[in-house]
């Protein structure tokens, strides 16, 4: 059974930085997408960051020039690092894995809190 096992979250104040973590039970090289997403409480699930197998990347506007979304195949991780948090990113994010060769080959972690308060 395939695990994404993600870590980092936690309580910080504005201004503030994190380091999100997510480990893969399979082989993340060569044709996975990975990636980050998050859902506020009452709010859909929201894409954060993607990166692509060959390390393009895309992220949602909102947190443009403050997240930064990468991978180590080698280790199987994907990492987020966030900086200059806001309150607004409060929120239960997850780490994806999603493979580009095979439609509905895509797994999910448990998700981590992250909560951006004073």
């Known amino acids: 059974q395939v695990q994404l096992v993600e870590s980092g979250g936690g309580l910080v104040q504005p201004g503030g930085s994190l380091r999100l973590s997510c480990v893969a039970s399979?082989?993340?090289?060569?044709?996975?997408?990975v990636g980050w997403y998050r859902q506020a409480l009452g709010k859909q699930r929201e894409k954060v960051a993607v990166?692509?197998?060959?390390?393009?990347?895309d992220y949602v506007d909102s947190v443009k020039g403050r997240f930064i979304i990468s991978r180590d195949n080698a280790k199987n991780m994907v990492y987020l690092q966030m900086n200059s948090l806001k309150p607004e990113d409060t929120a239960v994010y997850y780490c994806n894995v999603d493979n580009i060769l095979i439609p509905g080959d895509t797994y999910w972690g448990q998700g981590t809190q992250v909560t951006v308060s004073s």
């Open positions: 399979i082989t993340i090289s060569s044709h996975y997408m």
């Open positions: 990166m692509t197998p060959t390390g393009s990347t």
